[in-house]
Structures are given as C-alpha cells and as structure tokens.
C-alpha cells in the first residue's frame, strides 16, 4: 500500500479536529466529576495547589465585577450615560481566542512530525525494502497514520500541561507528591518536552536520509530515556496528559527494538575512515537501476 503526502496530511487534518473534541470532552468530563462528592478521592497536595488558585481567581474576578458595578451605577446617578458593559464579550472573545490557541498548539505538533514524511516515504519505497528486517517488522502503510496520531496525543498532552502552568502563578504549586526527579526538569517541563520532540522529528532525517542506522538506534533510546521523566511529570501535574503519552511510549519502545533488530542484520562498518552499510549499498543500486532505466527509455 503506497503513502502519499496527501493521504498523510488528510489524516492529520482529521486527528486534529478529533484533537480538540477530546480536549473539549476531557474539559467537560473533568468539571462533571468534580461535581459528584461521593466518588470524589481525597484531595492530593496538587489537588489542593489548583483549588487553591481558582478560589484567589474567582475572588479577583468578583472584586472586579463589583467595582464596575458601582462605576456604572456612580455614572448613571450624576446624569452621564454608563457604558456598556464589555464583560460578556471578553468572556467569549477568551474563549474564542483559547480554543484557537488549542487548535493551533495541537495542529503545529501534527504537522511539525510530517517533517520526517518525505524521507519516510521516498525509503519505503526504495532501499528499506531490499534490506533485511526482522520478523515483527509493522507494515508500512501503518507508520503514518500511527506517527500522525502519536503526534496529536503529544499535542494534547503537552497543551493541557502548558494551559496548567501558565494559569498558576507558583509552578511549586502544581506539582504534586515529591519525586527523586530533577527540579530543572519539573520546572522546565514544557521546555524539555520542545527538546524531546525536536529530537523526535530528527530521527527521520537521520535513519531513512542518511541511512546511519546505528546513530538512529542511539537516538531511539535516547528519546526513550528522555521520555520517561516527562511521562512522570505530566501524570503529577494532569494525569489526563500522562495517560496520553502512554500509547507514543509503547510505540517508541517498539521502535527502538526495531531499530536494534535492523542494526543487527544490516551492520554498519568503517574502512578508511568510512561507513558503510547494507542500507547505503541498496540505496546505490536503487539509484543505479533508475539511471539506467532512464537512459534506455524506462
């Protein structure tokens, strides 16, 4: 079955939209079960860090709402014409303004992976083929749409958590139960992610552009290591966002055994001071069997 960059782009167009329903009926499900005490688990020090912050927002909000209240009602009894109140507009306007924001969040992340597509493509029609693979090699017309939903989970994940941390004023708050983790990487999440992710995008280049299969694999355990601590943040900030990233974990754990598996069937060797492998050598005779074909009319 043959992958084409439309087919690739129609897919993340569709997960993208699905993308915002769940971050809509995550939102939704989320409000309804805080409305039910009875099944309602005791708070975490999280829990509390949150509830903490929307009690001193709302009191904010409601301070403001009086005071414009008694600004307008002053105004109208020393005969000026009070204004019309902007506060229905403004709510709309934010609300407009942050479901674009989610949309936009979500669809950079798809889209930002379709990057690696055209090596992706252009290999699994060439020399990825002709190489040994091993027996649990997934079929290629699977590494799109899988890739593509992969990156909207990300997407998701990594929008909730940046939507949390920016709507509490102390990042100390949101954290939950102390870990053994790194407090640069807990109060940097959202930037470690950007990192994880934009080695991510660079695995393609690397293991189907250049053919290293050996720097591709190393990469391959190194986003799984990288991973692992993000994973554990997100589930102490939003478990919602942890539980995203759960089937992108698997799914890079079997990537990396691939990877491992291709290494071992196609070694890479080094002969006056240069590479070579199994995977380099059939790209060459792809390019060959084109040139011929083109001189004699094919």
């Known amino acids: 079955m043959r992958i084409s960059i439309m087919s690739v782009f129609t897919t993340t167009l569709?997960?993208?939209?699905?993308?915002?329903?769940?971050?809509?009926?995550?939102?939704?499900?989320?409000?309804?079960?805080?409305?039910?005490?009875?099944?309602?688990?005791?708070m975490t020090?999280?829990?509390?860090?949150?509830?903490?912050?929307?009690?001193?927002?709302?009191?904010?909000?409601t301070t403001i709402t009086q005071q414009r209240v008694i600004s307008a009602g002053d105004s109208s009894t020393s005969g000026c014409t009070p204004r019309r109140s902007s506060w229905p507009c403004s709510s709309s306007s934010s609300s407009l303004n942050a479901s674009l924001s989610s949309i936009a969040w979500v669809a950079s992340s798809a889209f930002g992976g379709m990057t690696g597509a055209p090596f992706v493509i252009q290999s699994t029609k060439t020399w990825y083929k002709s190489i040994p693979l091993p027996s649990y090699t997934p079929p290629n017309c699977i590494f799109a749409p899988v890739w593509t939903t992969l990156y909207t989970l990300m997407g998701i994940a990594s929008w909730r958590i940046r939507n949390i941390i920016q709507s509490t004023s102390n990042i100390n708050n949101i954290v939950g139960a102390p870990t053994t983790l790194s407090p640069i990487i807990q109060k940097n999440i959202i930037a470690f992610s950007l990192i994880h992710y934009a080695m991510n995008i660079s695995w393609a280049p690397i293991f189907f552009g250049l053919k290293r299969l050996r720097a591709g694999h190393i990469l391959n355990v190194l986003l799984v290591l990288t991973l692992l601590p993000i994973v554990a943040v997100y589930f102490s900030i939003d478990p919602v966002s942890g539980i995203l990233l759960l089937p992108y974990l698997a799914w890079l754990g079997l990537a990396t055994r691939l990877s491992s598996g291709v290494c071992r069937l196609n070694p890479t060797e080094v002969k006056y001071g240069c590479w070579y492998n199994n995977a380099k050598l059939q790209d060459e005779i792809w390019k060959l069997r084109k040139d011929a074909a083109k001189k004699i009319g094919l």
Do not use: C, M, T
């Open 45 to 61: 020090d999280f829990q509390k860090g949150i509830k903490r912050e929307k009690l001193q927002w709302r009191g904010i909000s």
């Open 14 to 42: 569709f997960l993208v939209i699905v993308g915002s329903h769940i971050v809509s009926v995550a939102n939704a499900f989320s409000d309804s079960y805080s409305l039910l005490p009875s099944k309602r688990p005791q």
